[in-house]
């Protein structure tokens, strides 16, 4: 492996891995299982296929999560609870998209394969500290029963 493509490598692995702390920093403390079987498979596979390939099966771990959670919150909620619920998840749907957007927009005018696992990342995370609050609000139900 070449110098260069070495660091290449390790440079985009440690943005997604930052990029994951970061967010678990943001979201919870905890140690989630997503996070280390997104941590387990980066480490098996360096490409820039396999880094994509890896963050966005975690992406879809981390929507199923959401919309367990989701669900899970809103059979908590009486009607105004629930009412108020789903109008906060619209608007964190519109704000989901359009920061989607301004990711794809940013990430078009840059040269270079090591963006792609980035704006891969940065979308997983997105989703991610979602999954995280509803999670958070759903224990915060769960030990004041």
Same mark, same amino acid.
């Given at each position: ?48 296929? &396999? ?5 966005? @099966? =975690?992406?879809?771990?981390? *929507?199923?999560?959401?919309? %367990? /959670? ?41 040269? &270079? ?5 980035? @704006? =891969?990342?940065?979308?997983? *995370?997105?989703?991610?500290? %979602? /999954? ?14």
């Amino acid at each position: 492996m070449t110098k260069n493509l070495s660091i290449s490598i390790s440079l985009i692995l440690s943005f997604v891995l930052f990029s994951s702390v970061a967010s678990a920093e943001e979201g919870t403390k905890k140690d989630h299982p997503i996070d280390r079987t997104l941590e387990i498979c980066l480490q098996k596979d360096f490409t820039t296929a &396999g880094m994509v390939e890896c963050i966005g @099966r =975690a992406y879809e771990m981390w *929507d199923r999560e959401l919309n %367990r /959670a989701y669900n899970a919150l809103n059979r908590q909620l009486d009607a105004k609870g629930k009412a108020s619920l789903k109008k906060a998840q619209l608007a964190w749907l519109k704000y989901r998209d359009a920061e989607f957007e301004l990711l794809d927009r940013i990430y078009s005018g840059l040269q &270079g394969t090591i963006y792609i696992p980035a @704006r =891969a990342s940065n979308r997983l *995370d997105i989703v991610r500290v %979602r /999954a995280l609050e509803l999670n958070q609000y759903l224990e915060l139900l769960q030990q004041n029963q």
